[in-house]
T-cell receptor, first 118, second 115 residues
Framework: AQKITQTQPGMFVQEKEAVTLDCTYD???????LFWYKQPSSGEMIFLIY??????QNATEGRYSLNFQKARKSANLVISASQLGDSAMYFC???????????????FGQGTILTVHP | DAGVIQSPRHEVTEMGQEVTLRCKPI?????LFWYRQTMMRGLELLIY????????DSGMPEDRFSAKMPNASFSTLKIQPSEPRDSAVYFC?????????????FGEGSWLTVV
């Protein structure tokens, strides 16, 4: 079973508009972390935002916010005021903490390609 | 601050040759990861080190792959002999345990093509 599901292979948004990239996850661990990474065409993986499973508030980092709905097991990324430079592949990832240990490998979704139109 | 540094950035090699990928993690980070990215399989964890000790190598495809971390500031991933199906982008990543939810930071990747 997929642990991380990104159902949108591609998304389009007009410059300056907001866009939501969907991510659902599956875990039975009570403690986990959710992450979003951006991969532009140049290939590097850029960390964007982190949400802990016990965090009461949704995470925000500048124009990025994470819409965390724990009961629905969703962790959607919201990008406000899209810019042309936001065009990239976006990956959702989850870190579980098996046995309460700090080690938990990141499991990635398949990614969503975002294209920002001028 | 310097991020994770990988070399080479690009490598083209012939089938059967040995390939060595190198990584310098972020200074002070105590965990290091090697990931592989392909179109078919996405991002896969190959191996994880904590305090220079391999903790989980269950993702290493086969005996042709080996990884070492002789000290806190250097790691290698070796493929011997290389095969065309090893063509992929190999990412090294590091983190400081307990910081920011154990966020890992990636290098720019090593693009490997085996012909």
């Amino acid at each position: 079973a997929q642990k991380i599901t990104q159902t949108q292979p591609g998304m389009f948004v007009q410059e300056k508009e907001a866009v939501t990239l969907d991510c659902t996850y599956d875990t039975s661990d009570p403690s986990y972390g959710l992450f979003w990474y951006k991969q532009p065409s140049s290939g590097e993986m850029i960390f964007l935002i982190y949400q802990g499973s016990y965090d009461q508030q949704n995470a925000t980092e500048g124009r990025y916010s994470l819409n965390f709905q724990k009961a629905r097991k969703s962790a959607n990324l919201v990008i406000s005021a899209s810019q042309l430079g936001d065009s990239a592949m976006y990956f959702c990832a989850m870190r579980e903490s098996p046995g309460g240990t700090s080690y938990g490998k990141l499991t990635f979704g398949q990614g969503t390609i975002l294209t920002v139109h001028p | 601050d310097a991020g994770v540094i990988q070399s080479p950035r690009h490598e083209v090699t012939e089938m059967g040759q040995e390939v060595t990928l190198r990584c310098k993690p972020i200074s002070g980070h105590n965990s290091l990861f090697w990931y592989r990215q392909t179109m078919m399989r996405g991002l896969e964890l190959l191996i994880y080190f904590n305090n220079n000790v391999p903790i989980d190598d269950s993702g290493m495809p086969e005996d042709r792959f080996s990884a070492k971390m002789p000290n806190a500031s250097f790691s290698t991933l070796k493929i011997q002999p290389s095969e065309p199906r090893d063509s992929a982008v190999y990412f090294c990543a590091s983190r400081m345990t307990g910081v920011r939810g154990n966020t890992i930071y990636f290098g720019e990747g090593s693009w490997l093509t085996v012909v």
